[in-house]
């Protein structure tokens, strides 16, 4: 038997991925940019073991047991199989043995917060390193599970390409900077509902691709725009452009998403009163110290640099009081000071108690990477 364990991140997009245009290979209609998030806060962890004796693929989600009848999940398996055939290091006795999943999140599952992201890249991470073929092109493969795991098997911000080829060979993810390049960035998730969530971004997606009249817009026009901006201002770490850029993005997804029909709805009232209360700080302190991005789902995520996070924090306090400030469990991930009631957070009226459940402060991190001694199987 043969066994290898990994973890991989999240990424949040700051430019987003909607709408396909090939369904089946996962080929995106526009290119995109996310940053990866720290593992220390936020990852998949994923065993995988082979052996000659088992008798079936099997797979266990956070200790419950799916079907492995997935066809993404078999196509990932049957790409790495290939791959690790072609390139001749892995025994090919090896490759036909079946394999036994068991991978764990350690934030919920399926809540908008890119667990399937992260858990595409653990398996096909980790199935690269069981075959001995980590050093490959594998993201293309990581793409065919879902096509924002593509962009978590890199650090730093990650553009994934959207490519022309019509076997998706060239729609890969790219590293555009490395996770030290701007140390100084932080990220604030506020999680305002973490139940399962209701259209997921496959079904919305293809929603929109079939009906939106507005996608044709943002694919062909904004997009491309929206890239090169962003790029440019990670270049010259002009977090004004940066921040603006992630704000429009994020707006023009979700219109997009009340152009498709019927609507898909994904931000809450809560969601609403974060967008207004990030304007009016940064109306307050004249230039933009922070920009929100949502993805399917009613969390926020925060991207804003650290010299900053403290004063953030104690408006979001104020604005969204909860009997768990204080608590190690509400403000998770790297520790923050409680901080004071300044003149500033006097400027800010309250919403509504306990609207957020708890908020992740992280960072920019690293990509997979494989794990001695820490089998969950
Ligand atoms: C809103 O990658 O989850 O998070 O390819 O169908 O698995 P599939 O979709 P998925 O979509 C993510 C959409 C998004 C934006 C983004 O991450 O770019």
Redesign the pocket.
């Known amino acids: 038997m043969i066994s290898v364990t990994c973890i991989a991140p999240v990424n949040i ?1 700051v430019i ?3 709408g396909k245009r090939d369904e089946d290979l ?1 080929l995106p209609l526009n290119d ?1 940019v ?1 940053a990866t998030l720290s593992t220390d806060h936020l990852r998949t962890k994923t065993t995988i073991s082979a052996c000659e004796n088992y008798e079936a693929n099997k797979i266990l989600l956070n200790g419950i047991e799916e079907s492995f009848e997935n066809p993404r999940l078999v196509r990932c398996l049957n790409e790495m199989k290939k791959l690790a055939g072609r390139s001749s290091k892995c025994n090919p006795r090896i490759l036909g043995w079946k394999v036994h999943v068991e991978t764990e999140n350690n934030f919920p599952t399926a809540a908008g917060l ?1 667990s ?2 992260s858990g595409y890249a653990c398996l096909v991470y980790a199935l690269a390193c069981l075959y001995g073929i980590e050093n490959e092109e594998i993201s293309s493969i990581a793409r065919q599970g ?3 795991a593509c962009r978590s098997l890199y650090s730093g911000f990650v553009k994934w390409c959207k490519g022309q080829l019509p076997d998706g060979s060239d729609s890969i993810a790219v590293q555009l900077t490395s996770h030290e390049y701007w140390p100084e960035m932080r990220i604030l998730i506020l999680v305002v509902n973490d139940s399962r969530k209701k259209t997921s ?2 079904g919305g ?1 293809s929603t929109s691709v079939k009906t939106s009249k507005l996608l044709k817009h943002r694919t062909e026009q904004c997009v491309p725009q929206h890239t090169k901006g962003l790029e440019e201002a990670l270049r010259n770490k002009d977090f004004e452009t940066f921040g603006k850029i992630t704000m429009q993005d994020s707006n023009q997804f979700h219109a997009i998403c009340l152009d498709t029909y019927p609507p898909c709805v994904y931000m809450n009232d809560v969601s609403h009163a974060i967008v207004n209360m990030i304007h009016r700080f940064n109306d307050l302190k004249d230039s933009i110290r922070v920009a929100y991005t949502f ?2 789902g009613p969390n926020a995520c925060l991207y804003l640099l650290q010299k900053d996070v403290e004063e953030v924090i104690a408006v979001i306090n104020k604005v969204f009081p909860n009997d768990s400030i204080g608590s190690s469990e509400y403000i998770k991930g790297i520790p923050t000071n409680l901080p004071e009631v300044t003149d500033l957070t006097n400027k800010f009226t309250p919403v509504g108690r306990n609207m957020l459940k708890y908020i992740i402060h992280t960072k920019v991190g690293e990509g997979p990477k494989r794990i001695a001694n820490d089998s969950l199987i």
């Open positions: 997009a987003k991925y909607w996962i995109s996310s890119a399937s992201a879902s096509g924002s971004s496959t997606m993805d399917a």
